[in-house]
T-cell receptor
Framework: DAMVIQNPRYQVTQFGKPVTLSCSQT?????MYWYQQKSSQAPKLLFH???????NEADTPDNFQSRRPNTSFCFLDIRSPGLGDAAMYLC??????????????FGAGSRLTVL | KNEVEQSPQNLTAQEGEFITINCSYS?????LHWLQQHPGGGIVSLFM???GKKKHGRLIATINIQEKHSSLHITASHPRDSAVYIC???????FGAGTRLTVKP
């Protein structure tokens, strides 16, 4: 089935050790999003790609980077994870419909633990 | 001020009650999404609305583009409806803070 797949589902890293989370999609959606969700909070948008155009949120720390080598894949790189970066990281994709609205699909998330 | 405001933040209901969750937004949009997240679970898209009203089972979503307001209604609520309900707007998918719904048997 067409879907959004995130890997790994669970990632444990040490303080300061770089981490890469991946997101792949078979939907051919042109927009991909990365969200950070901490316990009991709503997801917070980190950045999104519209095709290859990268859009960074103003308050996304420099510690967070992203790559989108092609339509199907998007990566979230955390260069030096701190304890405060422990969270669920959610990938989502969307594509505009003829009406301009966006069909939205989420991955299951990658839960990051920082020791 | 957040671009997307939801109310209430928390809602507790008895099984069978009619539930309403509200979302107001300040940006111009082409569509609004209602999302559901069960405890410890992933996010599921319930509705995408650009005008009027949509119904899916016991869930009804309405939107008033002029007033920049949407509501999500749950009829005959059930404990399995307990979840966080989130509205998201805009091409960059900005989320409201979510409404945590608990339905007691």
């Amino acid at each position: 089935d067409a879907m959004v797949i995130q890997n790994p589902r669970y990632q444990v890293t040490q303080f300061g050790k770089p981490v890469t989370l991946s997101c792949s999609q078979t939907l051919n959606h042109n927009v991909m999003y990365w969200y950070q969700q901490k316990s009991s909070q709503a997801p917070k948008l980190l950045f999104h790609y519209y095709d290859k155009d990268f859009n960074n949120e103003a308050d996304t720390p420099d510690n967070f980077q992203s790559r989108r080598p092609n339509t199907s894949f998007c990566f979230l790189d955390i260069r030096s994870p701190g304890l405060g970066d422990a969270a669920m990281y959610l990938c989502a994709t969307s594509i505009p419909t003829a009406s301009g609205a966006n069909v939205l699909t989420f991955g299951a998330g990658s839960r990051l633990t920082v020791l | 001020k957040n671009e997307v405001e939801q109310s209430p933040q928390n809602l507790t209901a008895q099984e069978g009650e009619f539930i309403t969750i509200n979302c107001s937004y300040s940006v111009g949009i082409s569509a609004l999404h209602w999302l559901q997240q069960h405890p410890g679970g992933g996010i599921v898209s319930l509705f995408m609305l650009s005008s009027g009203k949509k119904k899916h089972g016991r869930l009804i979503a309405t939107i008033n583009i002029q007033e920049k307001h949407s509501s999500l209604h749950i009829t005959a609520s059930h404990p399995r409806d307990s979840a966080v309900y989130i509205c998201a707007v805009g091409g960059d998918m900005r989320f409201g803070a979510g409404t945590r719904l608990t339905v007691k048997p």
